[in-house]
């Protein structure tokens, strides 16, 4: 857990509006329970668990702070890479017509991906898969989950590193918006946007700080310097490139689902060589 004065910030995290498995009330109670004072929940190109957890925190009289987030999939030189908004405000037409793009992106590209595993792979991919995704934001995640279910693979890191990873057969190449439409969107509605962990894109050092460059560019405001299960190593050297290109920090864990591995608000220490990107937020 990590402490910022007396605060633990978590600034990244899904509920089952996306492909997180948590309904909005079960993360945010295991948010408390695990010492977080400031949450945001940032759904794969959904703000739609929002209304939800801002009414039962209010109705509850919780002590937590919710900070409205989104996290947008965006097309750069053919990869995915995702940019964070946070503190937006969520009624904003620009949002809401940017993630209403998005979520029909999503739906094609997810009938795209059904018919490639149901060429090579196996039957009722598309329609199983939605059944998963239980009418909200459609992810790979949920591809991999079916294919779990189904028997053809043993877990789900197996099934990106067979289908669905960039490369393999039933990959579709990312048809998102671009880093600066994301970014635009964002600052129109008031948030702050937010490169999302740098560190676990499959690109090179060098294509790193050239991503760095055009998200810099594009009025990019921070990084995520700290995520769950990141090595010191990478740590220090996010830590280094918010201080070279002027960003500031954020921290989140990406929790999807309870595991052994990832937990809301655990190890997010930020360094203290990098401005927060809490700062400047009256809380
Ligand atoms: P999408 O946004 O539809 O491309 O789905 C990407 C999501 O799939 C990510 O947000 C992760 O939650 C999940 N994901 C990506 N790669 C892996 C992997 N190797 N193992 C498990 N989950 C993954
Ligand atoms: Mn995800
Ligand atoms: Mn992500
Ligand atoms: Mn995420």
């Keep these: 857990m990590m402490s910022m004065g007396d605060k633990c910030y978590d600034l990244h995290s899904h509920t089952y509006y996306s492909d997180g ?16 004072n400031v949450l945001a929940i940032t759904d794969h190109d959904s703000t739609n668990a929002l209304n939800e957890a801002h009414d039962f925190i209010n109705t509850q009289q919780l002590p937590l702070k919710l900070i409205d987030g989104v996290e947008i999939s965006t097309n750069w030189k053919g990869f995915d890479i995702h940019v964070v908004g946070l503190n937006i405000d969520r009624h904003h037409v620009a949002m809401t017509d940017l993630l209403a793009e998005q979520i029909e992106r999503r739906n094609a590209r997810a009938l795209e991906i059904g018919q490639r595993l149901e060429k090579k792979v196996i039957a009722n991919a598309y329609a199983e898969t939605q059944k998963l995704a239980n009418g909200h934001a459609i992810t790979r995640a949920h591809f991999a989950r079916f294919l779990v279910a189904a028997g053809v693979v043993k877990n789900v890191d197996s099934a990106f590193k067979k289908y669905l990873k960039k490369g393999k057969s039933a990959y579709v190449p990312p048809m998102w918006c671009d880093i600066p439409a994301a970014v635009a969107a964002i600052h129109a509605a008031g948030g702050v946007a937010v490169l999302a962990h740098p560190a676990r894109y499959d690109i090179s050092g060098k294509w790193l700080r050239q991503l760095l460059v055009d998200f810099k560019a594009a009025g990019g ?9 990141q090595s010191p190593d990478k740590t220090q050297q996010l830590t280094k490139h918010a201080i070279e290109y002027g960003f500031l920090g954020s921290v989140g864990s990406d929790f999807h689902e309870p595991s052994s591995w990832r937990e809301l608000g655990k190890g997010l220490h930020l360094p203290s060589a990098v401005t927060p990107i809490w700062q400047q937020w009256s809380l």
């Design 21 to 36: 498995m948590l309904s909005p009330a079960d993360l945010i109670l295991r948010a408390i329970e695990k010492g977080v």
């Design 221 to 229: 405001d921070a990084i995520e310097v700290v995520q769950s299960q």
